[in-house]
């Protein structure tokens, strides 16, 4: 079926003004570093330098822990619930206000379609703020224990797929229960989580509440291993999770991980076959699949699965791959270079042990990291591509003939993030989520999110919980804890 001739559709990037070096944000100020190695941010669909970052180091660190503890101890956690809700209101009117720049500033540095920044992750970053701001002055009423009180000083790492929408999962609850916080954005996603600390300062937040470090890896582990960090909260790979457990593993430290993920879409023959499709190219090619979350696995019961797999296919015919800053773009750019490098590695390796596999065929920009969706078939559990997290556009189709089976299937991973069920039986859908291990199970739908609703993983896809109530848990002290 060939795609519909659309005429070019691009929103402009006038609204933004980049500068072209930032410092970070430390005690309500932009500073220098005091000597890291400056880095550039890309535009990954194009390769062109957007801006030169700062690197910050131990000391640089230090300098915004100790900025956030006199804030929290001065400021912030003495303010009423009240009196923080209205800073965290003034923020989501700020984030509404600025939305079109916030979309556009993240998809030039992401790689992300406009129309998803534009219409999924700025509008969910506002919700969050609202959402929390109702929360500040209720923490007594949220059930979290005698005399919920906030924790101290934060400090929180982020990863780059969803730059915005993480810092707002991570500083709204933990400003609505009266912490401060010191952030650390990805080494490749930095530059909303700078423009949010301008933000910080239009709304008049007392300096100090909202501290951001830029930098790769290395400043990630100064936060980490900082004593006067009082509690950690982590988004990215497990294996980074992994590491993070283990150096706070006997200190003081509260930690919740948000970590990997490989998700089971699993598609019953009652399924209506054309919603379940939509269903398996949101779960999977939204974001470029570079979501924790993604309906990376389908699985789909056998006497359906070749009529699946072929309207499947006929509807990836039909995405718009290529320029994120048009607005009829479907699937944008590869953040990366490097994480290009890792779908390929594992694409290829799918190929090598036996998996049929089949691309889009669409033409690609010739500058920039693309990847064509992708679909493996003749998928085994053994495969590392049922078993290992890609995290781009690629998705493994594996089938089963019973629901135990597609249990026993969806199951055998070492992550725990998410699942899909598509069925026209309610009764099915409810014994299937009690079965499933994840986090979060979608039924007739996918990569459906809400600040109301909690989101974690199980097994190796993490502890603690984000959003709703349940993710203030891990903001508060109660009772007799010290
Ligand atoms: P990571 O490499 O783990 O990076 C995440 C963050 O940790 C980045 O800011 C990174 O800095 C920093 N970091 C790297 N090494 C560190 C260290 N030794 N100590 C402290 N911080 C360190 O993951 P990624 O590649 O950015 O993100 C993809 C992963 O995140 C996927 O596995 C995905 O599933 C997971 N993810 C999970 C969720 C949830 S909610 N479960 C949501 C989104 C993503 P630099 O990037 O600057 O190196």
């Known amino acids: 079926m060939p795609t519909f001739e659309y005429a070019p559709a691009p929103e402009s990037r006038a609204v933004v003004d980049i500068a072209s070096s ?80 916030l979309a556009v500033l ?11 920044s534009r219409d999924v992750d700025i509008p969910l970053v506002a919700a969050h703020f609202f959402y929390h701001a109702g929360w500040a002055d209720k923490l007594s009423y949220a059930a979290l224990g005698d005399n919920p009180r906030p924790v101290g000083v934060v400090g929180q790492v982020i990863p780059w797929n969803f730059p915005l929408l993480m810092l707002a999962w991570k500083v709204a609850p933990a400003l609505a229960c009266g912490n401060t916080v010191v952030l650390k954005p990805a080494e490749t996603t930095p530059l909303t ?30 936060i980490v291993d900082h004593p006067g960090i009082d509690k950690l909260a982590f988004t990215g790979s497990t294996g980074v999770g992994k590491m993070i457990a283990r150096s706070t593993a006997g200190t003081r430290k509260k930690a919740t991980l948000e970590l990997g993920g490989k998700g089971a879409n699993i598609i019953f023959d009652d399924a209506p076959v054309d919603q379940a499709v939509e269903g398996i190219v949101n779960g999977i090619f939204f974001n470029q699949g570079h979501v924790c979350c993604a309906g990376s696995r389908i699985l789909v019961q056998e ?17 718009r791959i290529g320029d994120p800053m048009d607005k009829n773009t479907d699937v944008g750019a590869i953040n990366s270079r490097a994480q290009l490098q890792r779908i390929e590695e594992l694409t290829a390796a799918g190929s090598q042990e036996g998996a049929e596999r089949w691309d889009s065929g669409c033409e690609l920009p010739s500058t920039g990291y693309w990847f064509r969706p992708t679909v493996f078939t003749d998928v085994s559990q053994s495969h590392r591509i049922a078993q290992e997290e890609i995290f781009g556009p690629v998705v493994s189709v594996l089938t089963f003939r019973t629901p ?29 989520a009690d079965q499933l291990r994840a986090g979060v199970v979608w039924a007739n739908t996918f ?23 349940h993710g203030l848990e891990a903001y508060v002290k109660t009772g007799s804890d010290q």
């Open 303 to 319: 006497n359906v699965a070749d009529e699946v797999v072929r309207r499947l296919k006929r509807r990836l015919t039909t995405l």
């Open 447 to 469: 990569n459906k999110f809400d600040p109301t609703s909690p989101f974690g993983g199980y097994k190796e896809s993490g502890y603690g919980r984000e959003g709703g109530r």
């Open 106 to 116: 993240e998809t030039l540095d992401n790689g992300k379609p406009i129309k998803e």
């Open 22 to 101: 930032h410092g970070l944000f430390i005690g309500g100020e932009f500073v220098e570093a005091t000597g890291g190695k400056p880095f550039k941010t890309l535009n990954p669909a194009t390769e062109e330098v957007l801006s030169e970052v700062s690197e910050a180091t131990a000391d640089d660190v230090d300098a915004a822990v100790r900025a956030a503890r006199s804030a929290y101890t001065r400021v912030w956690s003495r303010m009423s619930g009240a009196d923080r809700g209205k800073y965290l209101y003034r923020i989501a009117r700020i984030i509404q206000e600025r939305a079109r720049e």
């Open 404 to 432: 135990g089976e597609a249990v026993a299937k969806a199951n055998n991973t070492p992550y725990g993030l998410s699942a899909g069920i598509w069925t026209e039986k309610g009764s099915r859908i409810l014994w299937m």
């Open 193 to 222: 989580a700078l423009l949010f600390a301008e933000i910080c300062r239009q709304a008049d937040l007392p300096p100090g509440v909202v501290n951001i470090v830029t930098g790769a890896g290395a400043t990630g582990q100064a």
